[in-house]
């Protein structure tokens, strides 16, 4: 999973949009319930067609990693294992899987299954409680994602993604050694080193990937010294111009006015950003645990190595972090038990865990996979950081935080200063609550 959970799609909804998307996908859900409640009066079944076989459709979002061809081979041995069941796609396309799902259930058309769903409290009441089912509570960071107590999401693995991966070759012709970049002031001097050396010091692209690069760095800092920071902006407490965020905010801009950072490559998509540093375009990248398998497929994680995101505080810092492939069953799913059913051997199975640990670089503790050098280093900084933090539950943002996050790191790039940005954050959030 992608940082702040919809950050995979490069189109966010604005606020009023979906609040009237959950407006219409409530009404939906009603209706739901009672064609479901005059099927089950006339005797109906939750079989699909007249064949007897169940097809349970599934959203999921399309990666580098995760391709469609990865989803409908790994869901194929589910299928295999039970002839009754027919496992469909439903991909996503531009928008996120949060509004693919709200979509559906505004045309009354439930899916069964998403993946890449987040529960907060505007939205539980359109997924499945899975509390009661006694395997979730084993499942990674099931307690941390809780809501109100009630799970309503379980994942395959964790993902860390205060990471920065750097061209080994490109270090070693600007005379650098990664160990000795631990604070913002040390990064900083590298990426001037790189850039005489020939290199573009900081690969970034577009889409999703400016905010989601930004909260990699700042997160680490910020919330490593103060874990309840979230909690205290949702209070007023605290502001993200009177913060830490704004420091990082100024640093970031640095960086673009110094040509550390290509403003041509908010062009790019987040893979032609992936490409262009395997191909050795830029020194550094910062980007999750889930660049391992790209490196890997790519034959050049022994080219690549990694360290811990340096930071204005503490070194090392907690790892910023997220439940790894998680799924939720949707509530008004005409196939709830068969669908639960499915989403348990997902998380469970040794089998289907391994394999989607593996396809995009995930951890989790009691399973091994044979991993490279790259995902041994990345292992490493994961037994070393104090802490990982999830920014869920009573940490969680208010909703289309990331997206505005994103627009706002943008527009760093367009000319907005870093007071401008924390400034209109502030009342972004301020807007919303």
Known sequence: MRPDHDLDNDKHWSVNDMRQLWRRASLAAVAATALIGLAACGGGSEAGGGSGQTTLRVIVNITPNLTEAYWTGLF??????????????????????SAKLTQDLAAGDPPDIAQQITPTKENVSLLADLTDQAWVKDTPLSEQYAIDGKRYVVGVGEQIQSLVFYNKAAFTKAGLDPANIKTIADFTAAMAKLKAAGYTPLQTAGQWVPGAQFSMMADAGVLTKDPDWVVKRT?????????????????????????????????????????????????????????????????KSDQIGVFTMPTDGAYPSGQFGNIASPYVVVNQSKHKSQATEFVKWLVTDPTAVESQLAADGNLRKGFTYKTSSLGTGVQKIL?????????????????????????????????ATPDQVADGLDKWWNSQS
């Open 76 to 97: 194929a041995k589910y299928e295999a294992a039970h002839p009754d069941v027919k496992v469909k796609l439903e991909l996503t396309g531009t928008i996120s899987a």
């Open 235 to 299: 209070g007023k407490q605290t502001t993200f111009k009177d913060s830490g965020y704004l420091d990082y905010f100024k640093d970031y801009k640095s960086w673009i006015d110094a040509g550390y950072l290509d403003k041509s490559a908010l062009g790019l998509t987040y893979a032609d950003g992936q490409t262009a540093f395997l191909n050795g375009k830029s020194a550094m990248y910062m980007m999750g645990s889930y660049f391992v398998p790209a490196a890997d497929q790519a034959k």
């Open 383 to 415: 037994d070393a950081a104090p802490t990982v933090l999830v920014k869920s539950g009573t940490h969680q943002p208010i909703e289309g935080f990331s997206g505005e996050l994103n627009t706002r790191v943008q527009s760093l790039f367009t000319g």
